[in-house]
């Protein structure tokens, strides 16, 4: 007999940043992925160092993936897994409308630069947070993953 699966048995998500420009933002971000239940979070293109304002110790719960390019990184991505990019374009959809897939990589790019058009052209799907100017990317990316757990009803 065929069990049927609960799609939120088969569903994850990881979030990263496209050439991030500050250590503090990495380490932000991470400790909110792993608070709202993100299975793994990433860096293209940039550097991070350990940052003493984890108190949560997100280091030793999910894993943080780092790429020296987008090519490497687009290669890299599970199986069925879409990429989402979240950036203000003319073509991205409203987070108050979007529906989450249930098997995706968020990638936000660095404040001053956005996610490049090479970047966005392999994006599956692009999100963009409605009705407000331009926020930190931390802040922004724990936006849209508190979005996705409250729509798929998970959190830790």
Same mark, same amino acid.
């Given at each position: 007999?065929?069990?049927?699966?609960?799609?939120?048995?088969?569903?994850?998500?990881? =979030?990263?940043?496209?050439?991030?420009?500050?250590?503090?933002? =990495?380490?932000?971000?991470?400790?909110?992925?792993?608070?709202?239940?993100?299975?793994? /979070?990433?860096? =293209?293109?940039?550097?991070?160092?350990?940052?003493s304002?984890?108190?949560?110790?997100?280091w030793?719960?999910?894993?943080?993936?780092?790429?020296?390019?987008?090519?490497?990184?687009?290669?890299?991505?599970?199986?069925?897994?879409?990429?989402?990019? $979240?950036?203000?374009?003319?073509?991205?959809?409203? =987070?108050?409308?979007?529906?989450?897939?249930?098997?995706?990589?968020?990638?936000?790019?660095?404040?001053?630069?956005?996610?490049?058009?090479? $970047?966005?052209?392999?994006?599956?799907?692009?999100?963009?947070?409605?009705? $407000?100017?331009?926020l930190?990317?931390?802040?922004?990316?724990? /936006?849209?993953?508190?979005?996705?757990?409250?729509?798929?009803?998970?959190?830790?």
């Amino acid at each position: 007999m065929k069990r049927k699966w609960d799609l939120k048995e088969e569903s994850f998500f990881g =979030i990263g940043v496209y050439q991030p420009k500050t250590h503090h933002n =990495i380490g932000t971000l991470w400790r909110s992925a792993y608070l709202m239940g993100a299975q793994f /979070i990433f860096i =293209i293109d940039g550097k991070y160092s350990h940052q003493s304002s984890d108190t949560q110790k997100a280091w030793s719960k999910i894993p943080f993936y780092k790429y020296n390019d987008f090519d490497h990184f687009y290669d890299s991505l599970p199986h069925s897994t879409q990429l989402v990019g $979240v950036e203000m374009n003319e073509k991205s959809q409203a =987070i108050t409308n979007f529906v989450h897939p249930p098997r995706a990589a968020y990638l936000l790019g660095a404040e001053d630069n956005g996610l490049p058009k090479k $970047v966005l052209d392999k994006c599956h799907q692009l999100v963009m947070l409605d009705k $407000v100017g331009s926020l930190n990317v931390a802040v922004t990316g724990s /936006i849209v993953t508190y979005d996705r757990i409250t729509k798929w009803g998970e959190q830790k």
